[in-house]
């Protein structure tokens, strides 16, 4: 039932968008080098590797695609950009990921292989499901690139303090998720996007730099 779910609400999202994503497109490439759109690997459902799609957000940099880690760092960001990572737009062609069974609308946020690989026993469990657009981390840690961006060490804030209290949430998620509950987190998600206080940033607050 979820995976028709989300099959059924992302091409039916995804047609119902179409213009929307039209114009995205075209204002990213026009305003700003680099193609609109942005890939970068990440980790899938029992550690198969795949590209997210999202629009591109910030002045390409080459080492991004591996997953460099530039936490906090808003100098790149564009200024289409800026307003796509406060509306959380940027998020949308993920819908193609989850259309294509990368992804699922519900689901731990996906990572990149590096962060994978720290408390990799624990990421074996939150990996025996499909990633997801939003998860209950996404909504706790809006404000993840705030916080990131006030640490004097990004990196060690985020791998000591950040990461293992996403996967207590991620591993709560993948012990006790149901569809009713997948369909309380959808409304959250959309209640906290569309609240005020948006924070920049996607999903899950921090994405690996573009």
């Known amino acids: 039932m979820k995976r028709c779910f989300d099959i ?13 994503l039209l114009i995205i ?8 080098r680099g193609g609109p759109f942005f890939r970068q690997t990440r980790v899938g459902r029992n550690r198969r590797p795949f590209r997210i799609l999202k629009f591109r957000t910030m002045a390409v940099r080459p080492d991004a695609v591996s997953g460099s880690f530039d936490a906090g760092d808003r100098s790149r960001v564009t200024r289409i950009g800026g307003v796509l ?11 193609w990921n989850v259309l294509v069974g990368d992804m699922s609308l519900v689901g731990p946020r996906p990572e990149v292989p590096k962060w994978t690989e720290v408390h990799r026993t624990r990421w074996d469990r939150v990996l025996s ?4 657009l939003t998860d209950p981390a996404s909504i706790r ?4 690139e705030s916080i990131l961006a006030a640490s004097d060490d990004p990196e060690s804030t985020y791998r000591d303090e950040i990461l293992p209290r996403k996967l ?13 509950e997948d369909l309380k987190l959808l409304f959250r998600t959309v209640r906290a996007v569309l609240g005020p206080g948006t924070g920049s940033g996607t999903p899950d607050g921090r994405e690996s730099p573009q």
Do not use: N
């Open 141 to 144: 840690y809006r404000d993840e």
């Open 85 to 95: 990572r406060r509306t959380k737009l940027d998020e949308l062609p993920q819908l």
């Open 8 to 20: 059924i609400v992302s091409a039916v999202g995804a047609i119902i968008l179409a213009p929307l």
């Open 168 to 180: 207590d949430l991620a591993e709560a998620y993948v012990r006790d998720h149901s569809f009713l």
């Open 129 to 132: 499901v499909r990633p997801g």
């Open 25 to 32: 497109t075209v204002l990213v490439a026009i305003t700003s």
